[in-house]
C-alpha cells in the first residue's frame, strides 16, 4: 500500500525546525545542505546553508521538509495541519506540550466527542498541528 507522509517547506529555518522535532519526536534526522547537492542550479544564490532535504523518521512516521528553493515569493504555511494519531492521552500531552511550546494554541487539549484528548496549534515555526488521541 502507498503511504501519505507530509513534507514542509521553511523559509530559511527548516534546520531548526527539523531539530526541535526530532528533540519532541525521537527518532533519527537526517539533514542535506544545498551545498552539498551534486546539481547547484536550483540552489539560490548564498543559499548553501539552505536545507535540500530532511527526513526525520520517528516510530514509524516520517516528515521530510526543506527550506524553499523557488524564485517565487515564499508561500507560507496554510490549509492544512500536521496530524498525530497517538493511543494514550499521555502521550497525546506530553507532544502537546513539547511541539506547541513557543507557538500559538487553537484549541486546547481536551476532551472532545469523538476523542479522549484533542488539541490544535501553530507551533512556532508557523507549522499547523493537530494532536489526537486514537479511538478505542
Not at 46 to 64: I, K, P, Q, T
Request: proline share 6%; charged share 20%.
Amino acid at each position: 500500500m502507498s503511504k501519505i507522509q507530509n513534507y514542509l517547506f521553511f523559509d530559511g529555518n527548516c534546520a531548526e525546525a527539523m531539530r526541535f522535532y526530532e528533540s519532541a519526536l525521537g527518532g533519527k534526522l537526517n539533514v542535506m545542505q544545498a551545498k552539498d547537492s551534486p546539481d547547484q542550479s536550483h540552489v539560490p544564490p548564498g543559499g548553501g546553508e539552505l536545507v535540500l532535504h530532511a527526513r526525520l523518521d520517528a516510530n514509524g512516521a516520517v516528515l521530510m521538509a526543506s527550506d524553499w528553493m523557488d524564485t517565487s515569493p515564499y508561500p507560507g504555511k496554510n490549509g492544512f495541519a500536521v496530524t498525530l494519531a497517538v493511543p494514550t492521552l499521555e502521550e497525546a500531552k506530553s507532544l502537546f506540550e513539547k511541539l506547541s511550546a513557543g507557538g500559538k494554541v487553537t484549541f486546547p487539549l481536551g476532551k472532545t466527542f469523538y476523542s479522549e484528548g484533542f488539541a490544535m496549534f501553530a507551533d512556532k515555526f508557523g507549522v499547523p498541528w493537530m494532536v489526537i488521541t486514537e479511538s478505542k
